[in-house]
């Protein structure tokens, strides 16, 4: 078990870019989840994947954002046309759920893409 | 929908003296409860969970939690802080028996002075 990473660990970006984040989940987790977090809050919730399938998206993630779990491992996450209210870390999270093992409640988190858009 | 208030931005408090951070959920279904810390530039680890059962769950680093449902509260505390504890500390709750998405209060930062 090595953990849930991401990558890269830091962007800085000039607005209007577009930008892909990765997260790779603990292998055997189904679960998928993404949370932005802006300085001095908590993190709020994107969205969720069940596997491939992304079974909820946030009102926060707006037709500039896009994410992918293909074929149910990793996962990607899109900002197209950043703007500076984009700056934020983003998180990656992951768990077992459903009916496809023994469930875990708590999720898994890694250490985050922190975005600058400049 | 659910929603976590915690009642303190920040707490200062000295090393080795008893420290509880205080946080308040709002839901109209059962839920799970959980305490999460951060470090600088890092992402949140889990400290304790309270899924059913006895009120008083003990997590790791000597924390522990108690469950209060009638006050809808589930308060953080530890007899003893060490310079270590420094870090952010959130509450977060998710529906029980849902998928475990997290809402999370705003953050409570914990600074130990020696």
């Known amino acids: 078990d090595t953990g849930v990473s991401q990558d890269p660990r830091h962007k800085i970006t000039k607005r209007g870019q577009n930008v892909t984040f990765r997260c790779d989940p603990i292998?055997?987790?189904?679960?998928l989840y993404w949370y932005r977090q802006t300085l001095g809050q908590g993190p709020e919730f994107l969205t969720y994947f069940q596997n491939e399938a992304q079974l909820e998206k946030s009102r926060l993630l707006s037709d500039r954002f896009s994410a992918e779990r293909p074929k149910g491992s990793f996962s990607t996450l899109e900002i197209q046309r950043t703007e500076q209210g984009d700056s934020a870390m983003y998180l990656c999270a992951s768990n077992m759920g459903g009916t496809e093992g023994i469930p875990s409640y708590e999720q898994y988190f890694g250490p985050g893409t922190r975005l600058t858009v400049t | 929908a659910q929603s976590v208030t915690q009642l303190d931005s920040q707490v200062p408090v000295f090393e080795e003296a008893p420290v509880e951070l205080r946080c308040n959920y709002s839901?109209?279904?059962?839920?799970?409860l959980f305490w999460y810390v951060q470090y600088p530039n890092q992402g949140l680890q889990l400290l304790l969970k309270y899924l059913s059962g006895s009120t008083l769950v003990k997590g790791i680093n000597g924390f522990e939690a108690e469950f209060n449902k009638s006050q809808t509260s589930f308060h953080l505390r530890k007899p003893s802080v060490h310079i270590s504890d420094t870090a952010e500390y959130f509450c977060a709750v998710s529906e029980a028996g849902g998928y475990n998405k997290l809402i999370f209060g705003a953050g409570t930062r914990l600074a130990v002075h020696p």
């Open positions: 839901s109209s279904v059962s839920v799970y």
């Open positions: 292998s055997e987790h189904n679960r």
